[in-house]
Each structure stands twice: as C-alpha cells, then as structure tokens.
C-alpha cells in the first residue's frame, strides 16, 4: 500500500525545508516549518494546533515570510541575470485578498488581476496603478473603464476588446489626464504545457490571445489609432510546469514579434513572457528553483535579442502559483472514520471540496501531515474525505499517516494557490477564516463566515413568506 511513497514515509518529519536557502517552490513546507518541543507542527514561530483552537477549523495558515522569500528571489533573480529594467507581478487570480497583494506590493511586485474584482481588491490593497495589469478574454465595458480611469495597463486579448478600445479610447481617454490608454498584446504562441506535456505547433486551439497568423492586421490596427499606447506584448503558456525549454522557446519567439512590431512604427518596450512555473505538491515533484527559471527565461532574451539586433525590452513576468501555493497550508480537524473491510479507510475533515476544489477539478494530489503527532511513524495508508454530499469529494486518495483519532488536526500542504480563490459555498459551508502567521504573531486575513454571511444575498419576496 505504499507504493505511491518509493522513499518510504517515516513521519511529517520528512516534509520539513532541509535547506534555509530554499527555493519555496521546490519544498512542501513552507520554510518557517518546525516541529516543537510537543511534537507539533509550528509554523512562522506559531503552533498549528493551538492556531485551530484560537481561529477554528477548517483554517488556512499562509506563511508571511514564505511568500515574502518567494518575491524576494524572483525580483532578486531578475536584479542579478537581465541587465535591462524588469518587473515581477504576482498574478493575484492564484489569491485574490488585501494582505496577500499588500504583502506582494511591499515586496516591490506589481499585481496581474483578470477581472475588475481582483482589480479593486489590489487598488484597494494600495498597490501602485502603473504595477496593475488587466487580463481577461471577454472583460465587460465596466471592467475596460474601471481599468482606465484607474490607469492600469489593459491586455488586450482579441479583436472584439481591440476594436473596442481603439472605438472608445479616441472618443473620452484616460478621463483624468487625456493620455492614450496603456494596452499590451496578448498573443497565442503556439507553445503549450500541460504539466507533463509540451506542445509546440503552429496553430493553438486556446480562448487567450491572438492568433499570431494575424500580427500584421493587429499590429496595423493598433499604429492607426493614437489614442491607444501599446507598450508591449504578452503571452502565457500554461501553469504546473516543470520544463524550462517552453518558456526559452517563447522568449525566442516574443522577441521576433517586438521585432515586426517596429516595423510598424511602434515603439514596443515590455515583454511579458507570463507565469507557469510548478510546485512541489509531492515528493513526486521536481519542479526548477525560482532562481533558474528566471536565469533561464533572462539568457532566452537576451540572446534572441542579440540575434534579432534590438535592444533589450523590459521584461516582465507574471507568477501565481509559485509565488504562494508553498507559502500556505489548510488545518482541519479529524472527526468520523469509516473501513470499508479490504478495501480502504475512509478518514473525514471538516472541510473539503468547497475550500479546495482542486482535487475533484483537476485530480490534484496533495500530502498531508498530522500537525499534533509530528514524530509518530506514518503506518497507515487512508483516503481523507471531505463532508460534502458528493461522493467524489476526496482531498487525498492515499495519505500515509500515523494512526489518527477524532480531534487530530490533519494539514494538508501547500495550499496557498488556487484553493481560497476557488473556494465556494457548495452546500452552504462557511469560508473558513485565513491567518497570517509571522515570528510568532498571527493575524486574520479573512474572516470565516457566519451564517449570516451565507445568507447577506437572499431575498425573501413577500409572497413567499409564510408570515402573512
Ligand atoms: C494563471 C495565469 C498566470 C499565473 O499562472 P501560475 O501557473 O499560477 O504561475 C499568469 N498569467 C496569466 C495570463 C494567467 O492566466
């Protein structure tokens, strides 16, 4: 039953950083990770345990210094391997809340937000409009003007949004200062990744981005209308990627088009070569450090630049994942317990798809830890259920893991990426509350729902209320 584990699993021992100067992508843990003199999990000098009794259960526990390592060696990287300008923007879809795109900010990040939520979340977290970047395949007229009366740069994705701004840009402008809206180019490279596969092809089936086949009727649209400043181009090729040739090859390609773009007199200077970088979910897992992905994505441009004979356009990049997903993990505690003879041992938290719904969307695998027996051997194989009335709702399939008991407190690692932001209310389960924990202090991020939280959207019209 241990086949899933070839290195054998001794205890949650194992998950811990064996390095201070880690990349957080390549850990499980995040790097403040340590056991006490308990044997308990303690995370940015706060106990886990003790976290679930103050905060409740389930609780997201996102490690600042963790996140704050992370911006730190993606802007270090860029300082130390891309002569020219650069800027690292945290693409805020991987968590949307104020603390996580305050945190981002200070660190000198700006924000990638896909939709007018997420841009008010960070205008509101006070992050710097020249560092906002709208996505988004079909962004609403409301979004395109919060985005230009706030003066964040629009990435442009097609024809109908192209159109569209180039309409109504040269009819009010930026309404405060008259400028030409800031637009990039979204462009389908034509270079894909699904985790484990690469496709490189001509033509790409994707919703995002232009077709490059149509770069001349773009490129001239856009030099025909002043009331647009395309600063740049932008591509993104997918996410979870362990593979470095993807995003060199796109380097290559990105930087023939700022090429042709100057061929129709405009003056392009950014590239944005966007975000994709994977995690370590499981021993599995070998994704590259943070350091030698950007030394990677820096030497692509700067020798696709040398061959085309242009000058260095300010580079930027857009990582979610990699930037957060290792710098959290959700706490839950263990109630009901039910052994199907033969077969397995079903173990039940008090959370589950609704807080993170990656494992039944995406099949995602996750470890998991028992933060109050730390040491124990890890002797048993068990499934983790989730109490959602949904059969498939299984947070792990096959977690080794002491022998646990009602009231444990089960940790399931690296879950800072795509769990709060996709969480959802499926049968009228409260948000669980989030903390940031940091030398020893923690502090709510998000506050855990109430009832009356789940209720703040009904309505109740008057001839359906039985109080006549
Ligand atoms: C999702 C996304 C990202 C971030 O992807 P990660 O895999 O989380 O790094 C960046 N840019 C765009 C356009 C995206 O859609």
Redo the contacts with the bound molecule.
Sequence with gaps: MLSTHPAGVQSGRQFLPKVTDASPNQELLPLTARINSSDRLEIGGCDVTTLVEQFGSPLYILDEDTLRNACCQYREAFKKYYPGESQVLY?S??WSCLAVCAIASQEGLGI?V?SGGELYTALQAGVSPDKLYL?GNNKSLEELKLAINSGCTIVVDNWHELRTLGHWSSVIGNSDTNDPVRIMLRLTPGIECHTHEYIRTGHLDSKFGFDPNQLDEVFAFVSQHSALNCVGLHA?IG??IFEQQPHQDLAGVMVQWLDKASSYGLQMQELNV????GIRYTEADDPPSIEAWVKGVCTAIQNACVTQQIALPKLLC?????LIGSACVTAYTVGSSKTVPGIRTYIAIDGGMSDNPRPITYQSVYRAVVANKMSAPATQTVTIAGKHCESGDILIKEATLPPSEPGDILVVLATG?YNYSMASNYNRLARPAAVVVKAGEANVILRRETYQDLMRQDCLPARLSSET
Excluded: F, I, N, T
């Design positions: 693409a879809k991987a990638d896909v996505h993104h996410s979870q966007g975000g994709g970088l857009e990582p979610g994942r990699s990426a």
